[in-house]
């Protein structure tokens, strides 16, 4: 039985191991790539990285060497071409003047091209060594977007609301029991959850860091941004319906209680106690049924059961006998959480003082079109003069 690592795309062969893994700074690192919708990198290139950011702040030993970047190496290989061709030219400009047959307009030419490659050729001026060692290396796309996104992350606390901005509260669980009620945030699986902590810290970077939904991975420019979209749309809850949904926070989950044990290798033919099964002789083999009757088990008037087991039923009930239900839908664990979250939102929650207000207006207007209607009853026939229409 192998234990993965879906960040870092590793297997392991005790929980022991991929417990040190997960507490090691290399997942960490690849699992806040993974929130910015970036690749996970290899173990390589992450103490790569480390040393070069280390030998930055002066902290790396000093038999480390310095890496050369991409932006120098092609530098040198610019410098190195100029000088090889001014060495040709001023061997070619050598001969041509040993020679004496060289003329004027030939000498010109190369003298020009001597001073456009001495023009052309860079400036370069000693640095300190302070400065060369300081020397940033250049950052590709990817990078630069993840040290944004680290420069302005913001941390959400264990004991804060991922949703609701600055609303904090004693502990954990009382933030998580006011998430599951104001906001429907349940967590699935929760007989096989083994790291809590970690699956609501994975929320928190998810939202504080990366600016991204937890349900539709909707990536906005900030957190107020990224918190307006879930509160409006209704995405405070975890997916947990596909299958990468589902695999996004395994690490989270321990289900190795539900394996059933290994099935015992063929051809074991021996008993509980450890002895061989003795077959007679007499004993028959073979897997052959027992004859079916030919009497028919029921007769109620409408359904004739056959000894072959099938039902036949009268021509007058020939109409529900065509009628194609619907089999039962057996919902899974994550479809009921989803249908409980959204029709949870469904109930409007009215304060009581508002609920008792608004019915008092009512009983005012109630009672005030009660007393319209009673006067206009009451003057409904009062007129001056009554003239007979068919007296006219």
């Not at 192998?2 to 090691?24: E, V």
């Not at 349900?215 to 990468?244: D, G, W």
């Not at 929650?349 to 109630?366: P, Q």
Request: proline share 5%.
């Amino acid at each position: 039985m192998q234990y993965t690592c879906n960040s870092c795309g590793l297997a392991f062969a005790s929980p022991d191991d991929q417990r040190i893994h997960m507490k090691s700074d290399w997942h960490r690192y690849n699992l806040k790539r993974r929130v910015a919708d970036l690749p996970a990198i290899s173990e390589e290139n992450f103490k790569t990285k480390v040393a070069v950011r280390g030998r930055k702040g002066g902290k790396l030993e000093a038999d480390v060497q310095k890496t050369v970047t991409k932006k120098e190496q092609r530098q040198r290989e610019k410098e190195a071409l100029m000088e090889k061709k001014r060495q040709l030219l001023e061997a070619a400009r050598a001969s041509m003047i040993a020679a004496g047959t060289n003329t004027q307009a030939q000498f010109d030419q190369i003298t020009s091209e001597l001073e456009l490659i001495k023009i052309q050729e860079p400036v370069t001026t000693p640095e300190p060594a302070e400065a060369t060692e300081e020397a940033q290396p250049e950052l590709s796309q990817e990078e630069q977007l993840m040290q944004a996104k680290l420069k302005n992350q913001v941390e959400i606390p264990a004991n804060c609301c991922l949703f609701c901005p600055n609303k904090s509260f004693p502990n954990a669980a009382v933030a998580e029991d006011h998430m599951f009620r104001k906001h429907g945030l349940y967590i699935p699986e929760r007989d096989y959850l083994v790291d809590k902590a970690g699956l609501m810290q994975y929320l928190s970077e998810k939202i504080g860091l990366g600016n991204v939904c937890i349900v539709c991975n909707f990536q906005a420019r900030t957190l107020e941004a990224v918190r307006a979209h879930m509160l409006a749309k209704f995405h405070c809850r975890i997916p947990y319906e596909s299958e990468s949904e589902k695999l996004e926070i395994s690490d989270f989950y321990d289900f190795s209680s539900t394996y059933g044990d290994a099935a015992a290798p063929e051809g074991d033919a021996t008993t509980p106690e450890g002895e061989w099964e003795d077959v007679e002789e007499g004993e028959d083999d073979s897997d052959e049924e027992a004859p079916l009757p030919t009497e028919v088990a029921i007769n109620n008037g409408h359904e004739l059961l056959l000894p072959s087991g099938v039902v036949v039923g009268h021509r007058s009930l020939s109409r529900y006998y065509k009628q194609s239900l619907r089999p039962e839908q057996v919902l899974s664990e994550g479809q009921g959480t989803v249908i409980a979250a959204e029709s949870r939102h469904m109930l409007s929650v009215m304060d009581k003082k508002e609920y008792a207000e608004k019915k008092r207006e009512w009983g005012w207007e109630k009672h005030t079109a009660d007393q319209f209607d009673r006067k206009a009853k009451k003057f409904i026939n009062n007129q001056p003069h009554y003239f007979d229409q068919l007296l006219q």
